[in-house]
């Protein structure tokens, strides 16, 4: 009798570290699973991230070309302009008022032409 509840307690106890093994081994594919989901989701939120800083690059350069060219057009507006008051200081100084009513006109002029190509 002896031999026989020996026998049924190994079995039990074989089946029990068996079906341990067997769940020990499910739940590492599980866990496998779950972690290349995981990474999947990772690597899919960094191609995400990497496409939005391309992306912003993109922008930023072609602000800086605007703004470079914005800058361009400013030196040129501003040499006109210091060429118009060259014009008014030499007006005043010969006090003149044909030629400083003629002087005021052009200024008007050249800051109403100004004026129309920045806006």
């Known amino acids: 009798m002896n031999s026989r ?21 499910y739940s590492h594919e599980i866990d496998e699973h779950d ?20 992306d912003i690059n993109e922008e930023v350069d072609s602000h800086n070309r605007m703004l470079d060219r914005m800058g361009n057009d400013m030196d040129a507006s501003r040499g006109i302009l210091s060429g118009t008051v060259d014009r008014f200081k030499m007006v005043f100084q010969k006090k003149s008022r044909w030629r400083l009513l003629i002087l005021v006109t052009i200024f008007v002029v050249a800051f109403l032409v100004v004026y129309k190509y920045i806006i």
């Open 5 to 25: 509840r020996d026998r049924s307690n190994r079995s039990a106890l074989f089946d029990a570290i068996e079906e341990g093994g067997i769940r020990a081994n």
């Open 35 to 54: 972690n290349d989901r995981a990474i999947d989701g990772l690597q899919d939120r960094v191609n995400i991230l990497k496409r939005l800083t391309g």
